[in-house]
């Protein structure tokens, strides 16, 4: 039943699924960071792993006309014991995304990987989270160690012939073209010249970790009918997105950790208009475009 508040609050309509996450490892990560909205670390096993029989039957009954792209996420999706199964069977229908901390990713993972995708007609693309250019700074937020891994996880993705997108989380609030800049001064010493492409900069999502180590949505940050005037429906990703998890369908990656963002059960049970009700729906209204998916307009 829908309250009140959502009566009220703008909503988004569905009107053709294009990408589909699959959330591969419930909240389990082999980091723990101190900005994660969803908790996730080591040892936080409140959603399951999903098995390889939910993400078949998802595809199944999805409209493969649409399909533009599939993303592969958790947790720490490489954690997945079926994880290059999952990849084979996921390319077979459109691009696949797998979003990671990189800090698993070796030569011979990323070789492996590089075969997989000349064996098929679709790209794999890895989107790597690395929270600055600095190795203190991205340290302070990912762990002691995370960014010499996460390096050399990009080194071998580049070396085996993969054009990897990092995503950065602005947490010190850093002038952007100076942000930008750093990030592509120590990518431009991976053998491969970046462009707008390969950076995606967010802002942060204030749940979970984020809220308890900084701070939360403030009474106002709700998405209206006033505020959301300038915003284009396309640029929110419950416009053409939905999350798989093994509980359920939620709208979107953010709301994965809220029983409100839940849907449905399988994807045809599930209706295609949101209400935009959720202080982390005023995130994606901040930023005016998509918050979770590839920006592939700038590549144009």
């Given at each position: ?49 999903l098995n ?10 999805v409209d ?199 849907i449905g ?36």
């Amino acid at each position: 039943m829908l309250t009140g508040l959502s009566f009220q609050a703008p909503s988004v309509e569905m009107r053709k699924l294009n990408n589909i996450w699959f959330q591969l490892t419930g909240f389990t990560c082999n980091l723990k960071c101190r900005h994660c909205y969803l908790s996730c670390n080591p040892t936080n096993k409140t959603k399951n792993f999903l098995n390889m029989d939910k993400i078949r039957k998802t595809l199944d009954e999805v409209d493969k006309s649409g399909l533009e792209e599939i993303y592969l996420t958790g947790g720490e999706p490489l954690l997945h014991r079926d994880i290059n199964n999952i990849i084979r069977h996921c390319i077979k229908y459109t691009d696949v995304t797998i979003i990671t901390n990189g800090t698993l990713i070796n030569d011979k993972k990323a070789r492996f990987l590089r075969q997989i995708e000349i064996d098929n007609d679709y790209e794999i693309i890895f989107r790597i989270s690395l929270d600055h250019y600095e190795e203190r700074k991205n340290d302070e937020i990912r762990g002691k160690g995370s960014y010499k891994k996460i390096l050399g996880g990009i080194k071998s993705l580049v070396n085996n012939g993969f054009n990897p997108i990092i995503t950065a989380v602005n947490l010190w609030e850093e002038d952007e073209a100076t942000f930008k800049n750093g990030y592509f001064k120590l990518l431009s010493e991976f053998n491969f010249e970046p462009s707008e492409i390969n950076l995606k900069i967010i802002p942060p999502v204030k749940a979970g970790e984020y809220k308890k180590n900084y701070s939360g949505y403030g009474e106002n940050d709700f998405v209206t009918a006033e505020n959301i005037k300038n915003c284009a429906p396309e640029n929110f990703d419950c416009f053409n997105t939905r999350l798989i998890a093994e509980d359920g369908v939620y709208v979107c990656p953010a709301l994965v950790n809220d029983p409100r963002g839940k849907i449905g059960e399988t994807l045809s049970d599930s209706p295609n208009k949101f209400f935009l009700e959720l202080n982390t729906c005023f995130s994606c209204r901040g930023v005016n475009k998509k918050l979770f998916n590839n920006d592939w307009h700038l590549s144009k």
